[in-house]
């Protein structure tokens, strides 16, 4: 049996690029088939896609720079202000590149997404092309990604789903890349409604998907 949609989590989506995962959320709630409203976007960069991208989706963006900060913890405070100010259920890093430093209130609340299947070519450093260069140096024939339940590690924290593709003979990053990318759009929504409709539990460091 199916469980019931339940109301639209408050998704409060964290960036430091290009906002691609963002805007593939967005329209996805247009579509109704992502059962979730955005109320703020927060970059910790003014410079990057992003940003724009989110006003031109009519979406709140605070940008808060993260050099801008003398230490990680204040940084953070300011995050978690942001995100209280606007009534977030559930927090998605969403190509944030800066250590968050989860609250209590927010703990099982923060979702990221990896372009590698964790916990594999992860870690701090291990973001973007350097994963896709690490994957095929290792002469893996699979890759895929990662959506997990945050903590205060980088790319740690219990696993959700993963969803995998093929690398290629002749594969360079940015093929690879892609193909990965064309994953995170199926797994990142799947996962946050996924905890929108209360289908989540979570027992130590593992995740069962309730229903």
Do not use: W
């Amino acid at each position: 049996m199916e469980c019931p949609m339940s109301s639209p989590v408050r998704l409060g989506v964290l960036i430091s690029g290009s906002g691609r995962t963002m805007v593939n959320f967005a329209q996805r709630i247009a579509a109704g088939s992502l059962n979730a409203v955005i109320p703020i976007v927060v970059s910790s960069r003014a410079d990057v896609a992003g940003v724009q991208r989110a006003r031109d989706l009519g979406l709140e963006v605070e940008v808060l720079p993260r050099k801008q900060f003398a230490s990680m913890e204040a940084f953070s405070d300011a995050i978690t202000a942001v995100l209280g100010r606007y009534d977030v259920g559930l927090v998605a890093m969403a190509g944030f590149l800066s250590m968050y430093r989860i609250p209590p209130q927010f703990h099982r609340r923060v979702m990221n997404i990896h372009p590698a299947l964790l916990p594999r070519f992860g870690g701090q450093g291990m973001y973007g092309h350097k994963v896709h260069e690490a994957v095929i140096a290792a002469g893996e024939r699979e890759s895929g990604c990662t959506v997990h339940f945050a903590d205060n590690e980088y790319d740690h924290g219990p696993i959700i789903l993963q969803r995998r593709c093929p690398v290629l003979p002749g594969d360079t990053p940015d093929t690879l890349a892609d193909r990965v990318f064309e994953q995170e759009l199926i797994a990142y929504p799947e996962a946050v409604n996924l905890f929108a409709n209360g289908r989540l539990k979570v027992d130590g460091g593992t995740v069962t998907i309730l229903g």
